[in-house]
């Protein structure tokens, strides 16, 4: 499938890159939640009172093990610069987890990724 011409997509906004790459640690991104956050951040800083996340759960799907702290981060810089930054109890974001040593194969043992021992 190929996409339309930008010039056939008057509205269209190209995505600025390179604007938010000069936020601190601009440069630091490693999923689209965190992308969304700083350019949230980038276009409304002034009008932007809150950020609310629901439905993130990085660490039951296939991403980068930074993804999770990157999203922490531009949260914290959010809550910096004075945004509420709230988070749905399904997320899970700003737990403590702890990687564990076993000698368990991967592709012949079979175990979850996550061991919850808070319930």
Same mark, same amino acid.
């Given at each position: 499938m190929l996409l339309e011409p930008w010039d056939k997509l008057p509205k269209a906004t190209i995505f600025p890159h390179e604007e938010l790459r000069r936020q601190p640690r601009g440069s630091y991104h490693c999923s689209s939640?965190?992308?969304?956050? +700083?350019?949230? &951040?980038?276009?409304?800083?002034?009008?932007?009172?809150?950020? !609310?996340?629901? /439905?993130?759960?990085?660490?039951?799907?296939?991403?980068?093990i930074s993804a999770t702290p990157c999203i922490e981060y531009w949260c914290g810089y959010a809550q910096g610069l004075g945004v509420n930054v709230?988070?749905?109890? +399904?997320?899970? &974001?700003?737990?403590?987890?702890?990687?564990?040593?076993?000698? !368990?194969?991967? /592709?012949?043992?079979?175990?979850?990724?996550?061991?919850?021992?808070?319930k």
């Open positions: 939640i965190d992308w969304m956050i +700083s350019y949230a &951040l980038h276009i409304g800083v002034a009008d932007l009172t809150d950020i !609310y996340i629901a /439905g993130v759960q990085m660490r039951h799907h296939e991403e980068p709230r988070v749905a109890p +399904s997320c899970d &974001l700003f737990y403590n987890y702890h990687l564990v040593r076993s000698r !368990y194969v991967y /592709g012949y043992d079979s175990w979850d990724l996550i061991e919850d021992r808070t």
